[in-house]
């Protein structure tokens, strides 16, 4: 569905914009490629295939459940460890390929969650969104984060598992790119999806917070000089630091960069990472970003 | 980021459009917003957003190395641990929501494994039929087992992670429904992975092996009679059980048995499961299958 309609939202502005247009290639909806669109746009009746899968299937939801309990785990042993902790933030400056992790002192605990597609599937706006046949619109998550409250759902094993770090004595902090103007919205969202209490400034950081956008680099800052964080979770890498959104980065790069021998170890063991194959940078490249010339094979005539 | 770009575009879109201006907030569009957004247009030179996702992507290729990794740890525990043992796999006759596991004496350990996209991704036959605009094509899958050997890669963080519970004293068995009439195929690709040696009747088990098909319960009991298996992996529920491919179940149902209370705390704990977006039963459900009327929301008029 994202092609679909970027295509069109493409093709419209290319209509209106001689000079931005040299920008993007001239997008031409072929046979082929609506070919291999089977499946892959809403139809009026049935989503987009990241949506059935992540949303419908039981392998989607497995996939979360199964991550919040080896989270729960992690950050269970650690609060009841007495060590001296360091934080799962990286520290000022740091970059995932140079990494430096403060020593935490004696801060509380903290666990610190991207909302969506993390602690909740936005469910009632996804399926609105893709029955209209559109892609993300703005105004319509706009309305979302005002009045979703009951209609997102806690992902699957996110409420034992924010049990099990809560009753471990360890906070739980949202850090999410939902606008700090529609605060009381995602507070109602995340404690009607059974979540528990979240609140803005305190443990729930929002785009606007800062001046720094989208970037949550600031802003986990901000928690970790008041936390010891032992753990962070997203769905996208840059709920672990910002680098991995780098302008202009490449698929291969980014990649490379996400699997560093300096933070490989994190992930599964301080960096959680929940599968999301329904939006977000993930879902980028062509054939020769996605595949290695190594690997292309044909079968024999 | 795949918000911002589309609102980016949505701008451009609207730029001409002065009415439905007022609808957006207006951010800039950045050339650098314009090239990441390259690869979500329908266009023959991309992939589908699944592919985009598992085999492109760093968040993809981190689901599966944290899975590994997670795997590897528990494996390995469970090997250095002297206590009897009990097996992975569900006692012939019991099911998912009423499971019994049988004791594993003094059977040596092993570990079964799913073959496609749990331990090898198959770029080379996805991007061949995804450039030809097909789905699956059973014949170009047959050409594909035979000699894709050096096109398929092993899957983030498998070699690390089979090399942990080989050195543990675990056996390393795949189990897959890939066809026994190729298995020197099968053998020599996951070879040519890196994976190490998998030899067809002792390490190796193919669909044709036996008269039950696509099922595996016969397989994972051929192999449960002479090892104790510890922990079992796959991307789809098949791979744990076949009751979860019962005929005639409904998405909803699927889902209920595979979080059924009897086997929940094993995802992750002696049954893990891999993330794949691309293909398989997860892949299906019109809308009020994969969302709930209780989370039906539209935004205010």
Known sequence: MSRYLTISLAILALAGCATQAEQVAAPVLTKEAVATQIGEKPTPTSPPTGQQWLYGSAEGT???????????????????????????????????????????GTKPLAAVFDADETL???????????????????????????SGAGKALAMPGAIEALKTMRDAGVTIIANT???????????????????????????????????????????RSTIAARYCVVALAGDQLGDFANAFNAKGISVADRKKLATHPAIAPLWGNGWFLFSNPVYGPSIRGGYDEIFSAETKWEPAP
Chains 1, 2 share one sequence.
């Open 177 to 219: 790119n939902r606008t700090s103007a529609n605060a009381k919205g995602t507070e109602d969202t995340l404690r009607a999806a059974g979540l528990g209490e979240f609140k803005h400034g305190e443990t729930l950081f929002l785009m606007g917070d800062d001046v720094t956008g989208s970037s949550k680099d600031a802003r």
């Open 62 to 104: 497995i996939a979360s459940a199964q991550t919040y309990q080896a989270m729960a785990q992690f950050v269970r042993a650690k609060a009841l460890n007495r060590a001296i902790k360091t934080q799962a933030v990286l520290a000022d400056g740091s970059t995932p390929d140079a990494p430096r992790f403060d020593s935490c």
């Open 120 to 146: 909740i599937w936005n469910v009632g706006a996804m399926r609105f969104m893709a029955e209209q046949g559109k892609d993300f619109d703005p105004a319509i998550w706009n309305a979302w984060e005002k």
